[in-house]
């Protein structure tokens, strides 16, 4: 694909070559990221970020890797504190804000919503999550963990073998995932949720239809037990008609470190998007599993610096400029890495 001025909205628009040059653009990002270097190569330009559903890591990250690159960020979020709530419209709001912006990362709960916005907007936008539907950077940088993972385990990504686990209805990153890995061969994919929040069949067989094997469970034992990577997810309760209803999943699918350690290869990767939720009812990645060094957690928030960092170096046709705007960093930055 032509990265400069295209819109990221979902994963579906990319091929292996362009997940290649985003991984290649990534690597090169980590002294910035690190702090061993400063690049002004964006000054003067400004990131709309447009948060309409709950956002930590993907919000503040988009928003820093913007402002590690030299660009400015202005934020908006929830519907209260924009003009949604006094009933302007999509296309409204896109117009107006692409004339405030350079490009804009946008989050919001409904499904097409912000491919919606795109087709109105002047700047290019990065899907930050449209509802259960996609989630296209979470995917690349959980591609880009799940290769450096498992690189040093002597795998690489043809033949992987990955779990996913949790709600896998309503979560889009690991729908955004499994589209992600079709361009890669002889995958097996293991799919261990509840009856009720299966993965959606359209995604099951597309995977088949590429080649790909795919397992469908509802025990978690059994399915971890020959996989390099368990991907662990939440119950999007935000998704359900009601708390009791996300009660009835919560905590069905809990992964400890006497888990792992029985049911596990040895080194299997753990990952999850976050946020996990850690209430007692939950837990589906327990705090005892934070001391096991297979736990990648932290590992996939930093890339998503590196990867949304590549992004907009890609969009704003900026990747060659990078270190011609770079300088030494001047303030300590020692113990964080
Ligand atoms: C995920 C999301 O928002 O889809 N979080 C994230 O962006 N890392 C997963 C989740 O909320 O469970």
Redesign the pocket.
Known sequence: MQFPGSHILSIQQFERADVERIFAVADAMAPYAQREKVTRVLDGAILGSMFF?P?T??RVSFGSAFNLLGGEVRETTGFENSAIAKGESLYDTARVLSGYSDVIAM?HPAEGSVAEFAAASRVPVIN??DGSNE?PS?ALLDLYTIRSEIATRGRGLEQLRIAMVGDLRY???VHSLCKLLRLFQGVQVVLVSPEALRMPGEIVEDLRATGHEVLESDQLEASIAHVDIVYS??I?EERFSSQEEADLYRGRFRLNQNIYTHHCEPNTVIMH???RDSRENARELDDDLNDNPNLAIFRQTDNGMLVRMALFALILDVVDQVDRHARAVSWYTGGRF
């Open positions: 559903e956002s890591r993907t989050r930050g999550g989630h979470q979560g889009r990153t997810t939440r999007q998007p976050l946020p």
